[in-house]
Structure formats: structure tokens, C-alpha cells
């Protein structure tokens, strides 16, 4: 038999790493592919037909006005009122008509999140559709611009490697939804704990505590500072069925069993499932809030295993059936 070195052409073995950037290669092309249907028919949907649709279009025509005027009443009113959401706006008015506006804000906001969600587990893209297509995930996109767009920006800041961009990014999710004023503050004071090293009952009782300080006072907080929703919310007790009560306190006990590395490394999901909870009763933002960091609590969920995997997406289809929204 010929030796191989001999031979007048190269023999090629396709090896492991080979077919593992081969298939990474298309996943990233399925995942764009995905990406952009999914934003393109929430782009395309009839917007007519969604709450404050007729809202978005004034934002888009007078948004250089409204903020000239909240800069005209001091930087802290104008910081407390979203002016990096009157920016974009008013950028994208120079180029587009107000329709375009609001499809452009739609289509980006939908594409980045289902990107990165669907390139965040490749193991789980059934799920992880199931995820996206969740209507308190799709009415961010369609009814609930600000906090789409702002949930876009935060689920990329999470999951990007570079750290200044990280950084960047996170800082202007509160100037875009004020809902991020209290994830990030949830964010710092997780972090915090992990850092000086308290344990998970400890880190547990001062979410407790945090969540009833601002249930009992961001309607004060949000009057100083001249935030609009000092004028749209009563900041009491929610009006709730307290059925995603039930839901997500199932989670977050499933979760609590799982394992002290599980509660390190998804400190701040249990942080926000705690803060949900405990100031569900209280303001009727809760909600609100809470959405704006549920993908990271379903996409932790997918790291668990055996029979706390298969209650959790239990629990998830139940919300696929019984809540359109928190």
C-alpha cells in the first residue's frame, strides 16, 4: 500500500473542531435567519390595532420639543424622563416618517433580543422560540416600545464580553424605560452581596427589605424628581388575580433548591424574582419591572436539569396559557 506521504495530493480529514465551526457557522446563520423573521413580522403587524400606537407616532414628531421643554425644567427631571428614548426618536425623524419610526424602534428592539436569546442556549432553540413568543415577551415589542427597546439594550449589555460596552449599555436602559432605574439598582446591591460574600438566607431577607423601602416610597421618589410616572401610576396596592404570584413564586422555590453555585451564578435572577414577589402586592409597577429582566429568568431555567427542569418549563407553559401579561 502507498504510504500517504507519497501520494501527489493531500488527503483531508475533516476533524471535530472542523465540524464544530461548521456547525456553529450555521447555527449563527439559522439564529440570523430567525432573527429577522421574527422582527419583521412584528415590524409589518398592523400597529393600528395595539394600545398608544397614536402615542408613538406624536413621540416620534415632537420628541425634539418634549425634551427641550423637560431640559428647560432642570437635568433631574430631564434624566427621570427617558430623554435617550426622545433622542433616538428624534434621530430617526430626520430620515423617516413617524410610521417608520415606530417599525425601525419595533424591528431593532425584536431583533437584537432574539438573537441573543436564541445564541444564549443553541441546545434549547425550541424553548427559547417559546420564550419569544410569549405575549409578555411580544408585547414589549408592540405595545410597550420603550421598555422593548431598553430590554434590548440590556439583554445585550448582559451578554457582551466588553466590559466598557457592558458598562455603556446598562447605563442607558434607565434613560430609556425608567423600569431600569430599579433593575440596576437590583443588579448593583446582588453583586454588592456576592461580593463582601453573604450567604443566600442573608441576601434573601435584604431583597425583602429593599423591595418594601420602594414599595413604601418610589411614589415620593418618582414626584421629586418630576417623573411622568408620578402622574400615570398611584404607586398602591395591585389590583392582581395573584395568579403569576403563584407561578413565579414556583420558581423562584425551585430555584431556591437547585444548589448554592445555582444561586451564586444566577444571584440576580432570584434578586428580581424576590423583589417581584414581595412588592407584587404593594405597587402596581411590579410587573412592569419584573419584565424588563424575564428573559434572564427564563433562560436560567433552562440550566436546570432532571425533574426541576421539566416543572419549570411546566410552569412556563402555563404562563404560555394563563397570563398575557404579570
Known amino acids: 500500500m502507498q504510504n500517504s506521504s507519497t501520494l501527489p495530493f493531500r488527503i483531508s480529514v475533516i476533524g471535530n ?7 456553529s457557522l450555521a447555527y449563527k446563520l439559522l439564529a440570523i435567519l430567525i432573527a429577522t423573521v421574527y422582527a419583521s413580522t412584528l415590524a409589518q403587524l398592523p400597529d393600528v390595532q395595539f394600545h398608544d400606537y397614536a402615542n408613538y407616532l406624536v413621540h416620534a414628531e415632537n420628541s425634539w420639543i418634549r425634551l427641550l421643554s423637560l431640559l428647560s425644567q432642570g437635568i433631574l427631571v430631564a434624566l427621570s424622563n427617558e430623554p435617550v428614548w426622545m433622542l433616538i426618536n428624534a434621530g430617526l425623524s430626520l430620515f423617516l416618517k413617524p410610521e417608520s419610526v415606530v ?26 422560540l417559546v420564550f419569544l413568543l410569549l405575549a409578555m415577551v411580544v408585547k414589549n415589542h408592540l405595545i410597550h416600545l420603550r421598555q422593548g427597546l431598553a430590554v434590548a439594550f440590556f439583554i445585550a449589555a448582559w451578554f457582551t464580553n466588553a466590559r466598557l460596552l ?24 446582588s453583586n454588592l452581596m456576592l461580593q463582601i460574600r453573604l450567604g443566600p438566607g442573608i441576601r434573601s431577607s435584604v431583597l425583602v427589605l429593599l423591595s418594601l423601602a420602594v414599595g413604601a416610597g418610589v411614589g415620593y421618589v418618582a414626584a421629586f424628581f418630576g417623573a411622568r ?5 398611584e404607586f398602591v396596592m395591585a389590583d392582581a ?37 414581595v412588592s407584587y402586592w404593594f405597587i402596581e409597577i411590579a410587573a412592569r419591572i419584573f419584565e424588563s429582566g424575564l428573559l434572564l429568568v427564563l433562560l436560567a431555567g433552562l440550566s436546570l436539569t432532571s425533574w426541576r427542569l421539566f416543572a419549570f418549563k411546566s410552569i412556563v407553559f402555563l404562563c404560555c396559557l394563563l397570563l398575557r401579561g404579570l
Open 103 to 128: 417599525a425601525a424602534i419595533v424591528f431593532f428592539s425584536a431583533f437584537v433580543v432574539s438573537l441573543t436569546v436564541i445564541m444564549a442556549r443553541p441546545q434549547q432553540l425550541l424553548w427559547l
Open 166 to 189: 457592558k458598562y455603556f449599555l446598562l447605563a442607558l436602559t434607565p434613560l430609556i424605560h425608567a423600569s431600569f432605574f430599579f433593575i440596576l439598582m437590583i443588579l448593583f446591591i
Open 17 to 23: 473542531d472542523d465540524l464544530g465551526r461548521k456547525a
Open 241 to 277: 388575580s395573584g395568579i403569576g404570584f403563584l407561578i413565579w413564586l414556583s420558581v423562584l422555590v425551585i430555584f431556591a433548591f437547585v444548589g448554592r453555585f445555582f444561586l451564586r451564578k444566577h444571584a440576580f435572577v432570584l434578586s428580581l424574582l424576590i423583589f417581584y414577589l
Open 229 to 233: 410616572q408620578a402622574k400615570e401610576y
